[in-house]
């Protein structure tokens, strides 16, 4: 106990100095009282979290150690239990103390931000390398189209929707009463992400809602998405396929289906 006394004592004014580097260690130590009132110093001013009850109940156990022989005419079960709560004192003072330098503390806090740079470097390069290094499985492939509208300006063959290009007007266009575009992978392929440009003429949320639709024989089909909102012909509407396994993709709505480009990426 008369150790403990000590310790607890040092252990108080390492937790001060931490916190408050304008503290004399020696000053704190002069007085028996000093170290206990200013830990308390330190809660009231938010510097530290309050003690816990155990603290208070140490430094009455402790206190009464002036007296040589107080512990050693104290029962051994009574001194266990005051050990331990003596103990969980010391356990959530030593919490307070960082025992490393500040020099350890700087190279630590720098090897972490580099660490997250580099992180962070690698997220951005790897993001990029997957969406260079994954083609657009749509590029030049079948298109099929539920009606065509008698003025559309798109290439006959539907081709418009999947030639690479963002027409300044459409690349398809369906008639009125409900219409979809359908584009043919002519072979089931794993789709990570799947993207849909809008018309770029005008009358852009016309034809919504838009279902995007999903399909690997064409006769059962899975709808993926559904888009209720404006998107644009330079601000495409954007799915992640999750690496779906995908031959004919389906662009659907209740009116009718006008559309720059359908570009599908994956393996």
């Known amino acids: 106990m008369l150790l403990y006394r000590d310790a607890i004592r040092l252990f108080i004014v390492a937790a001060v100095t931490a916190h408050d580097p304008t503290s004399d260690p020696r000053a704190l130590l002069a007085e028996a009282d000093s170290p206990w009132e200013a830990l308390a110093s330190l809660s009231r001013r938010a510097a530290i979290a309050e003690p816990p009850a155990e603290v208070g ?76 290094g994954l083609p657009n499985l749509a590029l030049h492939r079948p298109v099929s189209i539920s009606s065509r509208h008698p003025a559309s300006t798109a290439p006959p063959d539907n081709s418009g929707v999947v030639n690479g290009r963002i027409e300044s007007t459409y690349g398809v266009h369906t008639n009125g009463g409900g219409g979809w575009v359908m584009v043919d992978l002519e072979a089931v392929h794993r789709v990570s992400q799947i993207k849909v440009f809008n018309r770029a003429d005008g009358w852009f949320d016309e034809a919504l809602p838009l279902r995007l639709e999903s399909s690997e024989d064409g006769r059962q089909w899975k709808e993926i998405a559904r888009r209720t909102t404006g998107f644009s012909a330079s601000k495409p509407w954007v799915i992640e396929a999750q690496g779906a396994r995908v031959r004919f993709v389906r662009v659907a709505s209740d009116k009718y289906v006008a559309l720059t480009e359908i570009e599908i990426f994956g393996r």
Request: no cysteine.
């Open 57 to 132: 109940a140490a430094r009455k156990i402790l206190d009464s150690g002036h007296e040589p022989l107080i512990f050693d005419e104290s029962p051994p079960e009574q001194l266990l239990a005051q050990r331990k709560t003596i103990q969980q004192a010391l356990a959530w003072l030593r919490g307070l103390i960082d025992p490393r330098t500040l020099r350890v503390i700087r190279a630590e806090r720098l090897l972490r931000v580099s660490l997250l740079f580099a992180i962070a470097a690698a997220v951005v390069v790897l993001g990029a390398w997957k969406l260079v």
